[in-house]
Structures are given as C-alpha cells and as structure tokens.
C-alpha cells in the first residue's frame, strides 16, 4: 500500500477542490447502484451525544440490514474508541480484530468479525455498535491546527464538521471484492447536543434546538453539521451558516443556476437534487476548499464562503470560482448516476467533473476559451515529469496524484472534445456512468471510448496516442505523435 503524501505547499493559502488529500485514499468509494434486492442499502439507528464545547462524541447505533458480503471490514474513525460490538438484539457481545493499516482511508481503523475458522468471516444482518471519541477543539486564529481536510472530525470552536464518508463517523461496511464502501445509508439517528444551537444531518433538514430524531428513508451520506448556526430556505435550496446577505445569496443561487442548466444541457438530464448550501470554518489557518455530498456543496474557509467568488469584481476570480462551482455540481449530477470505484475511478471522478466544469466555464464566459483552459491545465501538468495514463493505471495508486486528476487528465478530455468530437466525448461519459461494470477502472474507461468511438481504426489511434502515451502534452509533436494524429485523420475522414 502506498500513501500519497500531501505535497502542496503550505505557506500559501490553499484553496482546492474536494480535497480528499492530506490523507490518502487507498482506493476511491464504490457505487452504490441501488436495487432493493441484490444490494440493499445499511440502515443506521440509535443515539449520538454530542458536546462541541469539549469535542466529545458518544456513539451507541446499530448498523442493520447489512448487504450479504463476504470478504469485509468495517471502517470506523481511529479516533473513536470501541466498547463493544454487539448483536443487533443486544444478547451477545462479539469478539472482534482490527487493524491498524487502513483499507481504504487514512482516518479509519478496519474491524471485523472472526468467522469460525481463521480465514473466514462472520457477518450478521445488524451489528450493534458502542464507541466514544474525544477531539480536540481548536480555534483556527488563537492556536490553529496545521492542517485541515475534508477526512477530518473537526471541532472549530462552534461546531463538529463531519463528512459522512471519508471521516467513517459511523461504521462503515466495505466490501474488499467489489471495492466497495457503504457510506451512503438510510438513517434513524436521535441526536442529543446540549451546547449546540442547531443540529444537521445530511439528507434532512436542519434542525433548531439541542435535541432531533431526524430520519432519513433515501440513501444519503450522513454528513454532519452540529453547533452554532443557522440555517434559511431560497428558491428550494437550503443555505446553512451562509456568511452571505440574502441579496448576495440570491445572486449566488442565480448563478448557480445557470451553471446547473449548461450542465443539463450538456449531460441530457435534469439533477433533481434541491441542493444544500453550507459554509464552515476549517481549524488549520491556510486551507479553504469545497465539496460535494449530495445534496449538499459545503464550503470551508475562513474568509466568506467559495460561492461569494461568483460574484466578485474582479473578472478572472469569477471566472476561477464559477470553475470551482461547476466542479462540485458536476459531482452532483455524476453522483446521482455513478460513484466510481478503483484507483483509476477517482481519476475519472474527478477530472470529468472538472471536464464538464471547463465546458460550462468556457461556454458562460467569452472571456475565456477550451483552448485556453486546455493550455493551461497542460502547463500544470507538464511542471513535472508527465507519465501516461496507462502507466498511472498501472502505479497501483502511486502516480495518481492532484495533477493528474485536475490537470492532466481534464486536458486529455479536452484535447479529445476538440480533436474528436464533443458528442463521442459526451457519449463517452454517458458511457461511464451507466454502463455496468464492477470496476471503473483504466480498462472499463478505455473500452467505453472505443465503443463511443465505433471505429476500430481510428480508437486505436486515440487510445494509442492519448491513454497510452504523452505526446498530446507537447507544441512540438514528436513523429510518434504526427503519425498519430495522421492515422486519426485519415480513420476519421473515412468515417
Ligand atoms: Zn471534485
């Protein structure tokens, strides 16, 4: 197992998309593709007691209607200390092993179930969970931490952040043959904080008081907001501690909207999602970024919440920030078909979203152009030594880095939509996200172009020139990549 170390430079204010970073994923979150019978969806019940002024955290839920699997762990917060496991009925109490190197994220401890022999597992329909953490609370301007991200239970003074995924709050089932995590559950949780102002669980509306029974019968990754906030409704959106004035936020959400409508257009489908809005403080000093867990985009900075950059003066930030945004509604609209799993899939995840973003940014603004996103993105990618994406593919996570999610392999995309076709390009994505597959890995993805390509000849060229080698990168194409192109046009004329 290899960790990606975070490698960007902290001196500077960071601001960043969904970081995942800090810590690395091992492998990227399986989908859940929802069908009541082969895979059902882990139901999670019980009581959460939360105290953000002392950072605690005491757990006592059971995670019942578990999928039928048989490799598994069960990935919980390495900060949350274990009473026991239980029977969901309560009547036994289970021996139980556990790791320290994480299968799938930095944060979590893996547990599981011994079966009766010593390869084996066992694994129940519920199992009955106890746990406590204790966190530390700190306020980002007395005494900040070093760094914040989005797998961290951060206590920042006034509330809890809690991501319902990557932190593993709440156990998680992972399934180790289909690369598969169960974050996404159906919930029935009642919440006990007595310093909070206002309680948050993804999937539900936000609640005023110190105490809510919030129930949720949809999937939903139960990301948590607990503490000191507020909350308002606009136009079906919910905005959640929004340092915006309702004027500003109306004209965010304007916004917002148009990027939401290109995106429509482009992708062929309407995302139903009404979206949630939220802004918190990180406990580090310098990170700021954004993420998407659907339906909600949160935000994290200490300066005004990322959206207010739609609305700055200055030509060249709107621009930027609108490319954050429509990032992170990619990821909605991406997220209602398809969560990609595999090593390659976060690749995909990430650099289609930022794909549609450049489309929809290059289309609402004149000012710049898809040349000019691709020229850039290629800059950044070429300041270090550029591998192709097979051999990335083929690292086993080692060259999968932000470089390659962001820049990289966007730019390929891009250079593709121009050289090829935006409808092959598009066909491809619907591909992606609907075809079955287990894995959506390098070889899922390249057949899929193949068959949006439809000509043999001329996808072994594609394939030949931007999967599996860099000659794309250069203005100065190499032989190799002249008689690429040539073969490409040529198939491509004969089409
Ligand atoms: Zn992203």
């Not at 916004?255 to 429509?264: E, G, H, N, W």
């Not at 850039?376 to 880095?401: C, M, V, W």
Request: hydrophobic share 40%; glycine share 6%; charged share 20%.
């Amino acid at each position: 197992m290899t960790h990606i170390p975070h490698s960007l430079p902290l001196s500077i204010r960071l601001i960043q998309y969904c970081v995942y970073t800090g810590f690395l994923l091992l492998s990227y979150p399986a989908l859940a593709e929802y069908s009541a019978t082969s895979n059902p969806v882990p139901h999670l019940s019980g009581t959460l007691e939360v105290s953000v002024a002392t950072g605690t955290i005491e757990a006592d839920v059971t995670v019942g209607n578990l999928p039928r699997v048989q490799d598994y762990t069960f990935q919980l917060n390495s900060g949350l200390n274990l009473h026991n496991i239980r029977s969901g009925d309560l009547a036994a109490t289970y021996h139980y092993r556990r790791t320290a190197l994480p299968e799938r994220f930095h944060e979590s401890l893996s547990y599981w179930l011994p079966g009766s022999d010593s390869n084996s597992k066992y694994l129940p329909q519920a199992l009955h969970w106890n746990y406590t953490g204790k966190y530390p609370v700190i306020d980002a301007l007395e005494n900040p931490a070093a760094f914040d991200w989005k797998g961290n239970i951060a206590f920042n003074g006034g509330t809890l952040r809690a991501d319902g995924m990557q932190t593993a709050w709440f156990p998680q089932l992972y399934d180790k043959d289909s690369d598969k995590l169960f974050y996404e559950v159906t919930y029935d949780l009642k919440i006990s904080c007595n310093d909070c102002r206002a309680i948050f669980v993804n999937g539900s509306h936000p609640v005023l008081g110190t105490q809510a029974h919030l129930i949720s019968k949809d999937p939903v990754e139960p990301l948590l907001l607990l503490g000191d906030f507020s909350f308002s409704e606009q136009a079906g959106n919910v905005l959640i501690n929004s340092p915006l004035s309702p004027a500003d936020a109306e004209r965010v959400l304007t916004r917002l909207t148009a990027i939401k409508q290109k995106m429509a257009k482009l992708l062929g489908w309407q995302s139903d999602s009404g979206l949630t809005f939220l802004s918190t403080t990180p406990v580090s000093k310098a990170n700021a970024w954004m993420w998407v867990s659907i339906p909600s985009i949160v935000s994290v900075d200490h300066d005004d919440d990322l959206l207010a950059g739609l609305l700055s003066e200055d030509l060249e930030k709107r621009i930027s920030y609108s490319q954050f945004a429509a990032h992170e509604l990619a990821h909605v609209f991406i997220g209602e078909r398809r969560q990609f799993n595999s090593d390659f899939g976060f690749i995909l995840s990430e650099s289609l979203a930022e794909y549609l973003a450049s489309l929809v940014v290059s289309d609402l603004f004149a000012e710049t152009s898809m040349d000019e996103i691709t020229q850039k993105k290629l800059q950044r990618a070429a300041r270090s030594p550029l591998h192709s994406l097979r051999e990335i593919s083929e690292s086993g996570g080692e060259l999968n880095n932000d470089t390659v999610r962001y820049q990289q392999a966007p730019a390929i995309w891009l250079l593709l939509d121009k050289n090829l076709s935006r409808a092959v390009m598009l066909n491809w994505v619907e591909r992606l996200l609907t075809q079955q597959t287990k894995l959506t890995d390098y070889a899922f993805a390249s057949e899929q172009l193949r068959a949006s390509i439809g000509d043999e000849l001329l996808a072994d060229a594609i394939l030949h020139q931007y999967f599996e080698g860099t000659g794309y990168s250069t203005n100065n194409p190499s032989k190799e990549m002249r008689e690429a192109n040539a073969t490409s046009a040529k198939a491509l004329e004969s089409r």
